[in-house]
């Protein structure tokens, strides 16, 4: 990882009246540039494709400028033009994916968030042992597939943008559907609704809902993933017909609708936010910026969260202006905006290196 | 019920260029409060909990205090300081529930609406006479079980946020499932999609869409409801395999999502709520505010409505900042926008009493 | 098909700083209305029935005037009080259904879009031409029942409104569910997930994302059809216990939700936007103003495109105010508001004649 004095080094030579905001062109990009122009920012695309035409449809949310790599090694390297720039990154979800962490970790750019988090976020074990620790609940964990006696839901490791998971009914139709040859895991299925829930911590705002770290914890957005080809396969008579037919459920992420949860739950998701937030400043010095919990609320109105991403989300995308939560804090604000809020106020307050790593 | 001799008394002390507008930390409070304080009300939350911090993280909403007692009781007896307040509350249906009906009848603040409903709301047989008199189709009622021939709803009395029902799809299944030591109805299961109709009538209001009595029938919104564990469960293969594994569906209401009706069925959904009104000032001195037509329509684009709330519902809060239907007659107002407006114009205008019981 | 020099004549003798925009009273009619006044135009409603009191309760979507004709014979013979009002119409799919395609086409009034396309969009066979022949993909064409081995969906010529389709899992299935008396055509069934894409052709704006023949493509939003019975009916345990009991599924569309698009996809979704233009101009003249492309996105991210819709589509209605697609051109502008502004547009810059047919 690159050493927090390289890149506070690199801040202390940046002229902060002139911070350019990078992103890498899918995504959440255009709710990021639309954000960072809305609070004065130069914006700039990073690409290693030819298919950015699509910008020019949307003047409010095309960067200023675009550069594209061959690669994503040509992207490391060519950090010295993105220093130049007075560039800070917001890293996505793909940029993550695209590429690959290690390299992320090593990009010699100032980052929006703390790296560290990535070592906790991408391994199961360790989100795991993160979250619950912390007393966030999770769906139990099976250990050895022989003890399956419930519906399960069986994700192999690395795992992408829901691909590589199955929902196995029992025992044998575990072992009809598992390739042993990939490692995975096992854990309960959780049956119910599914909220993914868009926080964002602020370590430097001083009111709203304050956490123990002394910084403040907000609830922007709620989304629901729209699944291809699971959401729709209940057409095809049931998925047992399906299955005969050779069609297998699948959960690919290809799209998100806005939604808003029971009121009476916001007390106990802040609370599941708020210890996510403290565990990771007592395990790795913290996260702060948009994170996402995602969740199944059961019909016994209990929160389980499968999963944490810890950056923006795609889910937010459906709130470019603003969402029924954003608008009780800062109308018409997307999680890009208040990104580019937080980066904008820290830049006047000359507290840049709090928020980079 | 508290005589509305009582409440214009009180209404008579009240110093109404203060008024302070309250309700029950939950539901719709959020809106509720956000609606009042945009139309320039104090406001206050009641609770009898100590979860009330996740207001800190939405200051447009926040209300001015907060008064947490010890329980209904003691908030019903405490009325006096409420009084002092100049305060009139806006009941939602965890208000009501909460508080229970009677409590709720015979609390002696100036609630927003009229009481008098909830005696036809709760009961359900009392609802349908209401609503199936004044021309709105329902589903039709099946008064004896064997005559069960087609799929069916079982509602148990009282069944309350989804919880208390299930779908029969013969007289066998219908044997299964029933537990007949509590009451129940049963009804023709309407096969279709919902619409959660948020409809606004103001008796005051003098142009629109005009009903007999006098006053201004409004459509805000349409929502859908999410219910647990209904929304997931074809995941299960179908819900005959689910329910061989000892999972039954369920109903319980998690969040709402945002959707629009087809233009065309607009004259049959205000001619439904229209007649809804109607009937109500013949039966009981009529129903004012917020209410919602929970209706089904099928693939004969034909209406069936299961249910009617006749105060502000949870659906309304996807639309904090509007609707595509609010938005054509008051751009950016809420529900508990509204609510407030009309307060605020009945203040102006020395009608208080006629929106108060 | 009205002559073009006849409009072009009608539209020499407009006074075009007087324009009236008309519509049916029905389908999206709200929003262009809406869209219409806030572009500064005198608004008129078309119908043929009695059923217009709603638009009392909309008073920023209210049409200034109405007329009422005994059918669609009369409203085509008194076109000449519509020339009075120096009106132009915006069509959208109730209006072409309801006044059938070949009186729509000899209409003399002056029409936004080209009437040309009609031929080309109402043809199945000819559909597919246009598309496939332009690059965009659809779900495969099986020209002999007998070869169905898959699951496929039959659709009935000339239905309508999501009517007069069927899924048939296999060639038995589909033996025992079809009418053989009626037309029809069979596709593969393409699973994935619904996205009713929005855009919007300009051919006067010259910056944008800019097309072969010299205008500029925008994507204004997206929906998902809600369709009844169909997406409740997995609540009968699974299509099969259902079709036992007689239950058969529908398609029948009653309403839309919002929703956005994972944002890798847009670019395949310009090019297939993009290839529809130019193939239409190449093929009839072309195609501007609104129109949908009507996709699944399969598991694997393809688009697969099962119709084209060449106007406004009642799915652009939950955008009145806005979508996260046009908040990023037109901050607040519907799909309406945006057929207003180029016909304002044109009428300052003297090029109505493009536009009108």
Known sequence: MVPKKRIDEILDGYDTSEI????????????????????????????TKDNTKHYDAFPLAKPDEIIKYSDYDEMSERNGELLDRNTVIIPHGSFVEYMGANKFEDFEVPSYGNRAVLQWESNREKQRNWLTSGGVPMPRLITDA???????????????????????????????????TQPYTIQEYCMGTRYYLHFFYDPLKKDGYMCKHGGSLELLSIDRRDESNIDEMYKMGSIEDAKRRGLYPSFV???????????????????????????????????????????????????????????????????????????????????????AMAIRDASVSNDLKTLMT
């Not at 943008?161 to 072992?175: E, M, S, T, V, W």
């Open 20 to 47: 350019t905001i990078a992103t890498v062109c899918s995504h959440s990009s255009l709710q990021i540039f639309h954000g960072a122009r809305k609070m004065g920012f130069k914006t700039l695309g990073l690409t």
């Open 146 to 180: 022989r003890e399956i006696n419930e519906v399960v839901m069986v994700k192999y490791h690395g795992a992408k943008g829901g691909r590589g998971f199955f929902i196995a009914k029992d025992y044998p139709d575990f072992k009809m559907s598992i390739d042993s």
């Open 253 to 339: 992420v290809t799209g998100n609708t806005p939604v808003v949860i029971r009121e009476s739950l916001l007390p106990k998701a802040f609370e599941m936010g708020e210890n996510s937030v403290n565990r990771a400043y007592e395990l790795f010095g913290g996260m702060w910026g948009p994170f996402c919990l995602e969740t199944v609320v059961t019909d016994k109105l209990d929160f389980k969260v499968f999963e944490i991403s810890t950056r923006i989300v795609a889910g937010t995308n459906p709130f470019i202006s603003g969402s029924p939560y954003a608008d009780l804090i800062y109308p018409g604000l997307s999680t890009g905006g208040r990104i």
